[in-house]
Structure formats: C-alpha cells, structure tokens
C-alpha cells in the first residue's frame, strides 16, 4: 500500500501575508522526517493525524482522509485564501494543471485555506472543481497544519513524498524547504513547474 504524502502584501518576492499564524520564531519547523524503518502505513497515519479524519470536496461532501492519502505518490498542500491577490493570480493556473490530470491518482491537491470565515472558506473552494481536496474550516486544525508545513505567506505549494518529506516549498534556500526564512519566499510558480516534472501530461 503507497501513501502520499504528500500562500495588498508582499514580502521581497509576492507572499501575502497568513492569517491567524503565529510568528515564524515561534512556529515549529516542518513535521520531522520519519525513521527509515517507518512503514509508509504509519506515516500515513500521522499525515492523517495532523490533517484531520476528514476532508471537504469542492460539492461539500467529505472523505476520509487516509482514503484520500492511500495509494499517492505526492500531496501537494496549497496554503491560500480568497482575498489574497497573488493567490488569486496563482490559483487558476493550479486548477488548470489539476484538470489536465483528471483521474491522476498518484498526486492529489489539498487545500489549506486562511480565509477568515466558514463561508468564504467554502466558497473559495467551491471555484477550485472537483479535481480538488480541501482541510475543513476549524481553526485548530488549520493552525496545526500551518505549524507544521507552511511559511508566513500564501500562496504556498507544498509538495510532500510518500514518506513525509517536502520535495519542493514555496520557500527555498540552499535546494531546501525554508519556511521560517520569509526572505527565501520563491513563490508557487517554480513548485507547480516541479510537479508538472513529476507528472508529465500525457498525451
């Protein structure tokens, strides 16, 4: 069994800054990588423990998470909100790339959002399609998700590996993710150009 494991301001480069987010010095540093002897059911288990035991789809319904997360290669966690511009600017051009592998099920896409209500949470997610997942608005699990993978602006993509890893950030120095560095912010472009490398569109 495969698991998947899988942000107007601006700082130097276009991150808008996230809401409801404690400040990068207090923020811990992504969830650590697991053993080598981990077994991919486990590491399953925590991605889906931080997550939360559900997950919305863009019609309202929800999904167990580890059924979503069970049998991918790749999650990909796009940290972004409504009223954030260059998420605005960003999100269209993950939707896209998402309904050009319809039916993909090595990757899937979830969404974090840092709207500031249940309804424009919701709403904003309604316009992403189906080929999406999204947290549940609760304000815990946000904010835990947040502690764990993202940086201190939106939009941020985030691809994870089956074993917890993050493959590629929105924030980078030195080829690694660095999340708590905001001057290293390198924006979503070059992590959705990373996993359009991962998952050529075939023909």
């Excluded at 480069?13 to 650590?32: R, T, Y």
């Excluded at 080929?131 to 304000?139: I, K």
Aim: aromatic letters at 8%.
């Amino acid at each position: 069994m495969h698991l998947i494991t899988i942000l107007t301001l601006v700082f130097t480069i276009h991150a808008a800054p996230q809401d409801s987010k404690p400040s990068l010095s207090e923020a811990p540093p992504p969830v650590a990588e697991p053993k080598a002897e981990e077994s991919t059911v486990e590491t399953n288990r925590r991605i889906a423990q931080l997550i939360g035991p559900n997950l919305k789809r863009a019609d309202g319904s929800e999904v167990k998470t580890r059924e979503v997360l069970d049998g991918r290669k790749n999650v990909a966690l796009y940290f972004s909100a409504s009223w954030c511009p260059p998420c605005r600017a960003f999100t269209p051009k993950l939707i896209n790339f998402t309904n050009s592998h319809a039916g993909n099920e090595d990757f899937v896409v979830i969404l974090v959002g840092s709207d500031r209500s249940k309804a424009a949470h919701l709403n904003y997610f309604k316009k992403f399609g189906s080929n999406f997942y999204a947290v549940p608005y609760d304000e815990e699990v946000l904010r835990r998700v947040k502690r764990a993978y993202a940086g201190g602006g939106i939009p941020n993509l985030v691809i994870l590996a089956d074993d917890g890893k993050v493959v590629k950030g929105s924030y980078e120095k030195n080829g690694k993710y660095s999340p708590r560095d905001r001057r290293s912010y390198i924006g979503a472009d070059p992590v959705l150009t990373k996993l359009a490398q991962m998952y050529p569109q075939t023909p």
